[in-house]
């Protein structure tokens, strides 16, 4: 079963608006949350990524929001770009070092 | 150049043969990682090694093989076992230091089964 749960599974945003994808975990061993933007044909890159330490981490247009308490985590893409446009991928993993993947969301910018 | 190198990039194999696809990393990396993507779903792990000479068999691992003889490649084998292996191969590497660990992915292969 998939240990991490995405959502939407696609979104539509217009130039300059902001996207918002929602992740949540069950397992309360995770203790490392990333976010990869993937283009087609392309392989994941590491985009962000949180420790539960923390509630927020900015970096650029790009946030991570997380609440520990309700196991959920999301990514805030603000003013966003045609660039954007991609497949996000929110993961978690622990100290065994295997990633668990969410199925993924395709962001579509509108110009 | 620091980083993940796979090849071939695209891939095709005829049914009952196996097919080897390579991964290999110049960033000091002990981890290494296999990874299958089909379309509309997340990336699921086939195999996983943390040290030389030694790995791991992750959430799909029936029909593939891996060796690890060298800190730097990984190889994965598509064996005739595998049922349907068309898809996206991506191979990942990672440091295991502090919580979690970041992985770095390679470009990807593209098995296609003729």
């Known amino acids: 079963q998939q240990q991490v749960k995405q959502s939407p599974q696609s979104l539509i945003v217009q130039k300059g608006g902001i996207s918002i994808i929602n992740c949540a975990y069950e397992n309360t061993a995770f203790d490392y949350f990333p976010w990869y933007q993937q283009f087609p044909g392309k392989g994941p890159a590491l985009l962000i990524a949180?420790?539960?330490?923390?509630s927020e981490k900015k970096e650029g247009r790009f946030t991570i929001s997380f609440n520990k308490s309700a196991k959920q985590f999301s990514l805030h893409i603000m003013d966003s770009q045609p660039g954007d446009s991609a497949t996000y991928f929110c993961?978690?993993?622990?100290?065994?070092?295997?990633?668990?993947f969410g199925a993924g969301t395709t962001v579509t910018v509108r110009a | 150049d620091g980083g993940i190198t796979q090849s071939p990039k695209y891939l095709f194999r005829k049914e009952g043969q196996n097919v080897t696809l390579s991964c290999e990393q110049n960033?000091?990396?002990?981890?290494m990682y296999w990874y299958r993507q089909d379309p509309g779903q997340g990336l699921r792990l086939i195999y996983y090694s943390q040290i030389v000479n030694d790995f791991q068999k992750g959430d799909i691992a029936e029909g593939y093989s891996v060796s690890r003889e060298k800190k730097e490649s990984f190889p994965l084998t598509v064996t005739s076992a595998q049922k349907n292996p068309t898809a996206f191969y991506l191979c990942a590497s990672g440091r295991l230091v502090g919580p979690g660990g970041e992985q770095f992915f390679g470009p990807g292969t593209r098995l296609t089964v003729l």
């Open positions: 949180i420790r539960p330490d923390v």
């Open positions: 993961a978690a993993s622990g100290d065994d070092y295997k990633l668990s």
């Open positions: 960033l000091n990396h002990d981890a």
